[in-house]
Protein backbone atom coordinates (compact mmCIF):
# COMPACT_ATOMS: atom_id res chain seq x y z
CA UNK A 1 0.00 0.00 0.00
CA UNK A 2 1.57 3.36 -1.07
CA UNK A 3 2.43 6.09 1.71
CA UNK A 4 -0.04 8.81 2.17
CA UNK A 5 3.16 10.91 0.31
CA UNK A 6 3.81 8.22 -1.97
CA UNK A 7 0.02 8.95 -3.29
CA UNK A 8 0.87 11.95 -4.99
CA UNK A 9 3.56 10.80 -6.64
CA UNK A 10 1.60 8.56 -8.71
CA UNK A 11 -1.05 9.79 -11.94
CA UNK A 12 -3.45 9.96 -10.39
CA UNK A 13 -1.69 11.74 -6.97
CA UNK A 14 -0.39 14.32 -9.47
CA UNK A 15 -3.75 15.23 -11.26
CA UNK A 16 -5.40 15.72 -7.66
CA UNK A 17 -2.65 17.83 -6.64
CA UNK A 18 -2.81 19.91 -9.51
CA UNK A 19 -6.48 19.85 -9.57
CA UNK A 20 -6.66 21.34 -5.88
CA UNK A 21 -3.73 23.41 -6.82
CA UNK A 22 -5.44 25.05 -9.45
CA UNK A 23 -8.85 25.32 -7.70
CA UNK A 24 -7.16 27.27 -4.99
CA UNK A 25 -5.69 29.50 -7.36
CA UNK A 26 -8.97 30.18 -9.19
CA UNK A 27 -10.34 30.69 -5.47
CA UNK A 28 -7.81 33.64 -5.31
CA UNK A 29 -7.89 35.34 -8.66
CA UNK A 30 -11.96 35.51 -7.70
CA UNK A 31 -10.80 37.55 -4.88
CA UNK A 32 -8.24 39.07 -6.78
CA UNK A 33 -10.74 40.61 -8.95
CA UNK A 34 -13.06 41.59 -6.57
CA UNK A 35 -10.89 43.84 -4.93
CA UNK A 36 -8.93 44.93 -8.35
CA UNK A 37 -12.62 46.18 -10.00
CA UNK A 38 -12.99 48.72 -6.28
CA UNK A 39 -10.98 50.73 -8.96
CA UNK A 40 -13.79 51.90 -11.02
CA UNK A 41 -14.98 53.23 -7.28
CA UNK A 42 -12.18 55.84 -7.26
CA UNK A 43 -8.99 56.27 -5.44
CA UNK A 44 -10.24 56.52 -1.71
CA UNK A 45 -12.38 53.77 -1.94
CA UNK A 46 -9.05 51.68 -3.69
CA UNK A 47 -6.52 52.75 -1.84
CA UNK A 48 -8.71 52.18 1.68
CA UNK A 49 -8.76 48.49 0.39
CA UNK A 50 -5.37 48.29 -0.54
CA UNK A 51 -4.96 49.75 3.25
CA UNK A 52 -6.54 47.07 4.95
CA UNK A 53 -5.26 44.59 2.85
CA UNK A 54 -1.95 45.32 3.46
CA UNK A 55 -1.36 46.86 6.60
CA UNK A 56 -4.37 45.90 8.66
CA UNK A 57 -4.12 42.44 7.47
CA UNK A 58 -1.49 40.61 9.91
CA UNK A 59 -1.77 37.37 7.84
CA UNK A 60 -0.89 38.39 4.88
CA UNK A 61 2.63 37.13 4.66
CA UNK A 62 1.65 33.61 5.87
CA UNK A 63 -1.15 34.04 2.94
CA UNK A 64 1.24 34.80 0.30
CA UNK A 65 3.42 32.57 1.39
CA UNK A 66 1.20 29.57 1.06
CA UNK A 67 -0.17 31.16 -2.14
CA UNK A 68 3.44 30.72 -3.49
CA UNK A 69 3.97 26.89 -2.16
CA UNK A 70 0.68 26.12 -3.56
CA UNK A 71 1.67 27.62 -7.33
CA UNK A 72 5.20 26.11 -7.18
CA UNK A 73 3.50 22.73 -6.40
CA UNK A 74 0.88 23.37 -9.20
CA UNK A 75 3.90 24.15 -11.71
CA UNK A 76 5.92 21.34 -10.90
CA UNK A 77 3.27 18.89 -11.11
CA UNK A 78 1.84 19.95 -13.90
CA UNK A 79 5.50 19.99 -15.55
CA UNK A 80 6.08 16.97 -14.52
CA UNK A 81 3.26 15.39 -15.39
CA UNK A 82 3.82 16.85 -19.23
CA UNK A 83 7.34 15.18 -19.49
CA UNK A 84 6.00 11.86 -18.23
CA UNK A 85 3.34 11.66 -20.69
CA UNK A 86 5.73 12.68 -23.36
CA UNK A 87 8.11 10.23 -22.67
CA UNK A 88 5.48 7.56 -22.38
CA UNK A 89 4.42 8.40 -26.10
CA UNK A 90 7.95 9.40 -27.79
CA UNK A 91 6.61 9.34 -31.39
CA UNK A 92 3.85 11.81 -31.75
CA UNK A 93 0.97 11.56 -33.49
CA UNK A 94 0.96 11.79 -37.32
CA UNK A 95 -2.03 14.28 -37.42
CA UNK A 96 -4.08 16.09 -34.61
CA UNK A 97 -7.73 15.71 -35.25
CA UNK A 98 -10.93 17.06 -33.67
CA UNK A 99 -12.14 14.27 -31.04
CA UNK A 100 -15.28 15.39 -31.79
CA UNK A 101 -18.38 16.51 -29.09
CA UNK A 102 -18.16 13.46 -26.58
CA UNK A 103 -14.08 14.49 -26.01
CA UNK A 104 -13.30 17.47 -24.14
CA UNK A 105 -9.87 18.25 -26.13
CA UNK A 106 -9.84 21.68 -27.44
CA UNK A 107 -7.51 24.10 -28.05
CA UNK A 108 -7.53 25.66 -24.58
CA UNK A 109 -6.94 22.05 -23.25
CA UNK A 110 -3.92 21.20 -25.80
CA UNK A 111 -2.19 24.44 -24.65
CA UNK A 112 -2.18 24.40 -21.38
CA UNK A 113 1.21 24.23 -20.63
CA UNK A 114 1.99 26.97 -23.33
CA UNK A 115 -0.89 29.17 -21.54
CA UNK A 116 0.80 27.94 -18.07
CA UNK A 117 4.17 29.28 -18.82
CA UNK A 118 2.85 32.77 -20.80
CA UNK A 119 1.08 33.18 -17.50
CA UNK A 120 4.04 32.73 -15.35
CA UNK A 121 5.83 35.46 -17.31
CA UNK A 122 3.11 37.40 -16.90
CA UNK A 123 3.14 37.11 -12.93
CA UNK A 124 6.62 38.21 -12.96
CA UNK A 125 6.49 41.28 -14.62
CA UNK A 126 3.13 42.06 -12.72
CA UNK A 127 5.01 41.45 -9.35
CA UNK A 128 7.71 43.76 -10.56
CA UNK A 129 5.26 46.42 -11.08
CA UNK A 130 3.11 46.23 -8.26
CA UNK A 131 5.41 44.74 -5.13
CA UNK A 132 9.06 46.03 -6.51
CA UNK A 133 8.47 49.09 -8.25
CA UNK A 134 8.07 52.86 -6.52
CA UNK A 135 5.39 53.23 -4.51
CA UNK A 136 3.76 56.77 -3.52
CA UNK A 137 2.53 57.33 0.04
CA UNK A 138 -1.23 57.41 0.71
CA UNK A 139 -2.28 60.12 3.13
CA UNK A 140 -4.67 58.26 4.91
CA UNK A 141 -1.77 55.29 5.22
CA UNK A 142 -0.38 52.44 3.27
CA UNK A 143 0.41 53.70 -0.53
CA UNK A 144 -1.27 55.43 -3.21
CA UNK A 145 -1.98 51.99 -5.19
CA UNK A 146 -4.79 53.59 -7.28
CA UNK A 147 -1.82 56.21 -8.76
CA UNK A 148 0.73 53.24 -9.17
CA UNK A 149 -1.75 51.50 -11.54
CA UNK A 150 -2.72 54.24 -13.50
CA UNK A 151 1.34 54.95 -13.57
CA UNK A 152 1.70 50.95 -14.65
CA UNK A 153 -1.05 50.90 -17.61
CA UNK A 154 0.23 54.34 -18.69
CA UNK A 155 2.39 52.74 -21.62
CA UNK A 156 0.28 51.48 -24.58
CA UNK A 157 2.93 48.28 -25.41
CA UNK A 158 2.23 47.16 -21.09
CA UNK A 159 -1.56 47.56 -21.75
CA UNK A 160 -1.20 45.54 -24.61
CA UNK A 161 0.92 42.85 -23.19
CA UNK A 162 -1.29 42.78 -20.41
CA UNK A 163 -4.60 42.56 -22.11
CA UNK A 164 -3.22 39.72 -24.31
CA UNK A 165 -2.11 37.97 -20.96
CA UNK A 166 -5.82 37.94 -19.66
CA UNK A 167 -6.70 36.57 -22.83
CA UNK A 168 -4.53 33.81 -21.86
CA UNK A 169 -5.79 33.94 -18.55
CA UNK A 170 -9.12 33.41 -19.78
CA UNK A 171 -8.07 30.74 -22.16
CA UNK A 172 -6.07 28.10 -19.32
CA UNK A 173 -9.17 28.80 -16.66
CA UNK A 174 -11.70 27.69 -19.96
CA UNK A 175 -10.30 24.30 -19.38
CA UNK A 176 -8.65 24.85 -16.01
CA UNK A 177 -12.02 25.10 -13.89
CA UNK A 178 -13.76 22.19 -15.15
CA UNK A 179 -10.66 20.17 -15.64
CA UNK A 180 -9.77 21.10 -11.65
CA UNK A 181 -13.01 19.51 -10.51
CA UNK A 182 -13.26 16.93 -12.13
CA UNK A 183 -9.48 16.15 -10.98
CA UNK A 184 -10.51 15.67 -7.36
CA UNK A 185 -14.13 13.75 -8.26
CA UNK A 186 -16.63 16.54 -8.27
CA UNK A 187 -17.62 15.82 -11.73
CA UNK A 188 -21.17 13.57 -11.50
CA UNK A 189 -21.98 13.05 -14.95
CA UNK A 190 -25.90 14.88 -14.35
CA UNK A 191 -23.57 18.09 -13.54
CA UNK A 192 -21.10 17.75 -15.91
CA UNK A 193 -22.79 19.64 -18.74
CA UNK A 194 -23.48 22.66 -16.27
CA UNK A 195 -20.13 22.46 -14.79
CA UNK A 196 -18.57 22.82 -17.93
CA UNK A 197 -20.74 25.67 -19.02
CA UNK A 198 -20.11 27.22 -15.79
CA UNK A 199 -16.35 27.22 -15.77
CA UNK A 200 -15.93 28.42 -19.45
CA UNK A 201 -19.11 31.46 -18.34
CA UNK A 202 -16.53 32.07 -14.89
CA UNK A 203 -13.40 32.38 -17.42
CA UNK A 204 -14.63 34.44 -19.53
CA UNK A 205 -16.16 37.07 -16.86
CA UNK A 206 -12.40 36.46 -15.02
CA UNK A 207 -10.47 37.53 -18.35
CA UNK A 208 -13.15 40.46 -19.13
CA UNK A 209 -13.26 42.06 -15.80
CA UNK A 210 -9.17 42.50 -15.59
CA UNK A 211 -9.19 43.47 -19.49
CA UNK A 212 -11.96 46.17 -18.73
CA UNK A 213 -9.94 47.75 -15.91
CA UNK A 214 -6.64 47.70 -17.94
CA UNK A 215 -8.64 49.33 -21.40
CA UNK A 216 -10.32 51.82 -18.49
CA UNK A 217 -7.00 52.76 -16.79
CA UNK A 218 -5.63 53.29 -20.08
CA UNK A 219 -8.39 55.18 -22.10
CA UNK A 220 -9.08 56.81 -18.93
CA UNK A 221 -5.06 58.65 -18.99
CA UNK A 222 -5.83 59.37 -22.75
CA UNK A 223 -8.61 61.05 -22.13
CA UNK A 224 -10.79 58.54 -24.23
CA UNK A 225 -13.14 58.06 -21.25
CA UNK A 226 -13.57 60.40 -18.14
CA UNK A 227 -13.50 58.60 -14.86
Avoid: C
Amino acid sequence: MASRTGIFSTSVGTKILIGISGLALFIYLLIHIAGNLLIFLGPNVFNAYAYTLEVRNPVLPAIEIALLLVFLVHIYKTVTMFIGNQAARPVGYVQKKYAGKPSRKSLASSTMIVSGLWILIFLLVHVKAFRFSPEYPWPAGGRDLYRQEFENLSNPFMVGFYILSMVVVGSHLWHGISSGFQSIGADHPRATAKLLIAGKIIAVLIAAGFIVIAAWVYLTQTGQVHA
